[in-house]
């Protein structure tokens, strides 16, 4: 069964410093989201991208991230210039539609295992 | 705006007992629900989802839930419950597959022998 994968699994970085998350979707996929976990919180929604661009984002998601996909198979998340509350689960996830970009289309959002950032 | 409640943080419960995870939602449209399980220290796997159709809801590992529209429900039951269903389980709403996920605060279940 395809799957949504994750590296690396755990980051440790020091503050200030740049990260880079990457997921590789599953690959008939348009659709790609990334979503974070602090520990012992809710997972919460930082941005959606669609036809290489993005197409939905949250507060979270402000000008220390951005996201890329740079090849047909990766979809990376990077934050420039980490902050302590940084530290958290990002998860990726994908999804299906159509090619006629129907965002009615009903399907699934598969999510990766998680990339567990740690800002010391 | 969509928002989920689950009213119960963590529910203990015994080996081969029945169980309820409640679940409300608020839209002013239609959505879609899903339930997510988390298994400690992994992913997100789904559960079961309600798209349309048909109010009960049948999911992996004998889960199921029912769409009740009047009340805003969507609670997840289990008429007996393993060691294996151990986890954290989140209710979502979602107006699409392409619309981002909102997510409720989870319940942690756990089972006791």
């Known amino acids: 069964e395809p799957e949504v994968t994750q590296t690396p699994s755990h980051q440790v970085t020091q503050m200030g410093q740049e990260v880079i998350l990457r997921c590789v979707p599953i690959?008939?996929?348009?659709?790609f989201y990334w979503y974070r976990q602090i520990l012992g919180q809710k997972v919460e929604f930082l941005v959606s991208?669609?036809?290489?661009?993005?197409?939905?984002k949250s507060e979270i998601f402000d000008d220390q991230f951005s996201v890329e996909r740079p090849d047909g198979s990766n979809f990376t998340l990077k934050i420039r210039s980490t902050k302590l509350e940084d530290s958290a689960m990002y998860f990726c996830?994908?999804?299906?539609?159509?090619?006629?970009?129907?965002?009615?289309?009903?399907?699934?959002?598969?999510f990766g295992p998680g990339t567990r950032l740690t800002v010391l | 705006a969509q928002s989920v409640t689950q009213l119960d943080s963590q529910v203990p419960v015994f080996e081969e007992a029945p169980v309820e995870l409640r679940c409300n939602y608020s839209?002013?449209?239609?959505?879609?629900l899903f339930w997510y399980v988390q298994y400690p220290n992994q992913g997100l796997q789904l559960l079961l989802k309600?798209?349309?159709?048909?109010?009960l809801v049948k999911g992996i590992n004998g889960f199921e839930a029912e769409f009740n529209k009047s009340q805003t429900s969507f609670h997840l039951r289990k008429p007996s419950v393993h060691i294996s269903d151990t986890a954290e389980y989140f209710c979502?709403?979602?107006?699409?597959?392409?619309?981002?996920?909102?997510f409720g605060s989870g319940t942690r279940l756990s089972i006791r022998p």
């Open positions: 690959s008939n996929h348009l659709y």
């Open positions: 979502a709403v979602a107006y699409s597959s392409a619309s981002k996920i909102i």
């Open positions: 839209s002013s449209v239609s959505v879609y």
């Open positions: 996830a994908s999804s299906g539609g159509s090619g006629l970009a129907d965002i009615q289309i009903t399907d699934t959002q598969y």
């Open positions: 309600y798209l349309s159709g048909s109010t």
């Open positions: 991208f669609y036809n290489n661009e993005i197409s939905e």
